[in-house]
């Protein structure tokens, strides 16, 4: 049986087809100058179990890292849906004041459309005042003529007695 162990796989080809160590210890191999190689000394079983504890040691701190960086994902995770949900918040805030602002500007445009209807109905007052103030001032202009003529009336009406009173004293 060949129970030397490969340079590159570190097995030998026993456990390479069966994948298990040879049920017999193999004798050691001596170099070229007469040494035992200890790495030789070893059972393949005995690396491969090293290589297995390393590998599992790392496993074991690979999913220890993976662990943490999956609570730090949750955690901005969290953070995030805190955020969107302050954003969403925000929103609606803005969609409100949009709203109370239209309202607002609705409010102002109806204001301004009754100021502007005060407005007109004040200037047709003031017209209208203006045409009254008109007429009354032809009316006294009318009255202010009348009473001249009333005068002169009574002027003519006084001469006329006087003119009556002296044909009377004359006559």
Known sequence: MNTQVHDTTKQTPYELVFGQPPRAFFVPDVNFQGQLDEDVLKRPSEDKEEE?????EEDEENEEEDEEK?????????????????GEEKEEEDEE?????????????????????KEEEDEEKEEEDEEKEEEDEEKEEEDEEKEEEDEE???????KEEEDEEKGKGG
């Open 52 to 56: 297995d504890e390393e590998k599992e």
């Open 153 to 159: 009336k009574e002027e003519e009406d006084e001469e």
């Open 70 to 86: 999956d609570e730090e994902d949750e955690e901005k995770e969290e953070v995030g849906e805190e955020k969107d949900e302050e």
């Open 97 to 117: 004041n949009k709203e109370e602002d239209e309202e607002k500007d609705e409010e102002d445009e109806e204001k301004k459309e009754e100021d502007e209807e």
